[in-house]
C-alpha cells in the first residue's frame, strides 16, 4: 500500500504499551528529495484525512470489535528526512487532531543514507 491510496489503511495495531491506543500506519514511500514537495504534501494530506474520517466513523470495529480506544496514533514510516515544510504541515496536523485525540508521528527508515535537511 502506498501514501496515495487514500482509502486503503497500511496497517493497523493496538500499541503494547498502552491498549487504549489504536494505531494506524501510513507507509510513505516517496522522497523528500527527489519526488514533488507539494504532491508529497497532498498525498499525505488526503491520507491522514481518511485516516481522521476512519477513526471519526470508527471503522476499526471491522477489525477490533471490542476495542474500547480513546487515543489514536497515525504513524508515518518514511524513507527519507522530510523537509521543513513537511515538519511544519506536520505540527500543524498535530495542533489541529490533539482535541481528538489524534497524533501524527513520523519514523524515518534507519536506513535511510540522507541527512535531514532541519530538525524543525
Not at 72 to 94: C, R
Request: net charge negative.
Amino acid at each position: 500500500m502506498a501514501v496515495n491510496e487514500y482509502f486503503q489503511v497500511d496497517g493497523l495495531g493496538v500499541n503494547n504499551k498502552n491498549e487504549s491506543d489504536l494505531i494506524l500506519l501510513i507507509n510513505d514511500t516517496l522522497n523528500w528529495v527527489t519526488d514533488d514537495e507539494k504532491q508529497h504534501l497532498e498525498h499525505l494530506q488526503n491520507k491522514i484525512n481518511a485516516y481522521v474520517e476512519y477513526i471519526r466513523g470508527e471503522q476499526y470495529k471491522h477489525v477490533y470489535p471490542n476495542g474500547e480506544f480513546n487515543e489514536f496514533t497515525i504513524d508515518i514510516h518514511m524513507n527519507s528526512y522530510p523537509t521543513e515544510l513537511a515538519i511544519k504541515f506536520f505540527d500543524m496536523v498535530n495542533g489541529d487532531l490533539e482535541k481528538e485525540n489524534i497524533k501524527v508521528i513520523v519514523a524515518i527508515d534507519e536506513s535511510s543514507q540522507e541527512e535531514p535537511t532541519s530538525c524543525g
